[in-house]
């Protein structure tokens, strides 16, 4: 169980890999994710629904030495108390949104050794949410090169 002190932690430091620096920024693909690397490394993949303009991501990054964590980020106008669902192969969580400001929601998830193991063997993670209008929604990421992806940041 997570603590609202670590999620804090998890947040500032996931929201402090989009800040901006005058470092040179590195930038490799693997297949459906890609590698950033600024002052900290981290994997991410986005995608943009057919009706809307709206934007829904993932991105893994590493917290601390022996601890990753993945944020979900989705467009605003979420039915806040539903929290999200995720499923990748046998694993199934509801999370709670950590955050919405005025660039969309998010959602923080430490990835234990578990939930690794499932990214890692499986080809998609399907995410649930529901609407402000309580319309339950499904999108799925697709896992190719994430494997590969995750093992390039972790070594970084």
Same mark, same amino acid.
């Given at each position: 169980m997570i603590n609202k002190s670590m999620l804090?932690?998890? $947040?500032t430091s996931l929201t402090s890999l989009f800040s901006a620096s =005058? %470092? %040179?920024? #590195?930038? +490799?693909?693997? #297949?459906?994710w890609a590698l950033n690397c600024q002052q900290s490394c981290y994997i991410y993949q986005g995608m943009q629904s057919k009706s809307q303009n709206t934007i829904f991501s993932l991105q893994v990054s590493k917290v601390s030495d022996n601890t990753m964590a993945m944020q979900l980020n989705f467009p605003l106008g979420l039915y806040i108390p539903a929290g999200i669902g995720i499923a990748v192969g046998d694993f199934k969580k509801n999370i709670p949104l950590t955050t919405c400001l005025p660039k969309g929601c998010h959602a923080l998830v430490v990835l234990n050794d578990e939930i690794q193991k499932q990214l890692k063997a499986n080809n998609k993670i399907n995410v649930r949410f529901f609407t402000a209008q309580s319309q339950e929604k499904?999108? =799925?990421? =697709? $896992? +190719?090169?994430f494997q590969d992806a995750f093992n390039a940041m972790k070594n970084r």
């Open positions: 804090f932690i998890l $947040l =005058s %470092a %040179a920024v #590195e930038q +490799k693909l693997y #297949e459906d499904e999108i =799925s990421f =697709s $896992l +190719k090169g």
